[in-house]
Nanobody, 115 residues
Framework: VQLVESGGGLVQPGGSLRLSCAAS????????MRWYRQAPGKERELVAR????????KYADYVNGRFAIYRDNAKYTVYLQMNSLKPEDKDVYYC?????????WGQGTQVTVSS
């Protein structure tokens, strides 16, 4: 599975961005999808997760209702809608696909929140 993220960029505090992660292959619907983020010198941390069946979602505590993860299995794409962005949300955001022992990562997309 190849994953390609897009949608990052520069946004002012309080603004919104929608990240996309396009996956190759028709098995997309069988993968649990996650968004992670990582700041320089820090460990990668989980932002949000969506299950492969039922679309169950889970978020990091710091998201606090600001972000939404969702998937379109017909388009092999998972999204992260980010609202009310804060300067501390500035990170490289990575998409992850996991199924059993199989684990795939995208190249990341930079999000910068600054006035």
């Amino acid at each position: 599975v190849q994953l390609v993220e897009s949608g990052g960029g520069l946004v002012q505090p309080g603004g919104s961005l929608r990240l996309s992660c396009a996956a190759s292959g028709s098995t997309f619907c069988s993968y649990v999808m996650r968004w992670y983020r990582q700041a320089p010198g820090k460990e990668r941390e989980l932002v949000a997760r969506i299950s492969n069946v039922g679309g169950l979602t889970k978020y990091a505590d710091y998201v606090n209702g600001r972000f939404a993860i969702y998937r379109d299995n017909a388009k092999y794409t998972v999204y992260l809608q980010m609202n009310s962005l804060k300067p501390e949300d500035k990170d490289v955001y990575y998409c992850n696909a996991q199924r059993g022992w199989s684990d795939y990562w995208g190249q990341g997309t930079q999000v910068t929140v600054s006035s």
